[in-house]
């Protein structure tokens, strides 16, 4: 069974700081998605990572894919409050007919 | 505008009674998933359908059925089976042609009275 952890589950920071939120997976992988929770809403994906060694960004976030690690992370520049929102990462198990399993998510607090 | 549309946004469920939640798409998406979403938590599985009139158990599947007769649409229902339905459902859909993104509705969230 693909087990996907991430860690912190809580994290709350402060403006203009950096941090790093982890994804750990437990089987072979090269698909990896972060999305974005805001309370009481729906996912908004924010990144899809298809290869070992993957990089992506969009304005202060950055992705990135070690599928050798089975790990991957999520890093914040420079925080504001605006990205205070659940965090999510979901795998994609090769064999799985399209599944993807969901980590638990990282609560993010950023304030002022 | 287009998307995927789940409704009713709110529903509430007696003791014994059935409940269906609905999904529509009109992405021409393939794939069509349920999610439930418990408060604090991730997303786990219920079914899932990769096209019409096939569909698949996930990880949580006991207490709830679907069906898939048109392309558009993938309605779950919560039996009474289910005996702890309170939770926050999620419709999402996939195109097997336009890349692996998953996209969701907006969410249905299911209370106990």
């Known amino acids: 069974e693909l087990k996907v952890e991430q860690n912190p589950l809580f994290l709350s920071m402060q403006e203009g700081k950096n941090y790093t939120i982890y994804c750990n997976y437990s089987t072979t992988s090269d698909r990896l998605y972060w999305y974005r929770q805001d309370p009481g809403k729906s996912l908004e994906s924010l990144f899809v990572?298809?290869?070992?060694?993957a990089v992506k960004q969009e304005g202060r976030l950055m992705a990135s894919l070690d599928t050798k690690a089975r790990l991957s992370t999520l890093h914040i520049t420079a925080a504001v409050h605006d990205l205070s929102a659940t965090y999510f990462c979901a795998v994609e198990e090769e064999t799985s007919g399209s599944r993807l399993t969901f980590g638990e998510g990282t609560q993010l607090t950023v304030n002022p | 505008d287009g998307g995927i549309t789940q409704s009713p946004k709110y529903l509430f469920r007696k003791e014994g009674q059935n409940v269906t939640l609905s999904c529509e798409q009109n992405?021409?998406?393939?794939?069509m998933y349920w999610y439930r979403q418990d408060p604090g938590q991730g997303l786990r599985l219920i079914y899932y359908?990769?096209?019409?009139?096939?569909?698949q158990k996930g990880d949580i599947a006991e207490g709830y059925s679907v069906s898939r007769e048109k392309k558009e649409s993938f309605p779950l229902t919560v039996t009474s089976a289910q005996k702890n339905p309170t939770a926050f459902y999620l419709c999402a859909t996939r195109s097997r042609d336009r890349g692996p993104k998953l996209f969701f509705g907006s969410g249905t969230q299911l209370s106990v009275l």
């Open positions: 992405l021409n998406h393939d794939a």
């Open positions: 359908s990769q096209i019409v009139n096939d569909f």
């Open positions: 990572l298809l290869s070992n060694g």
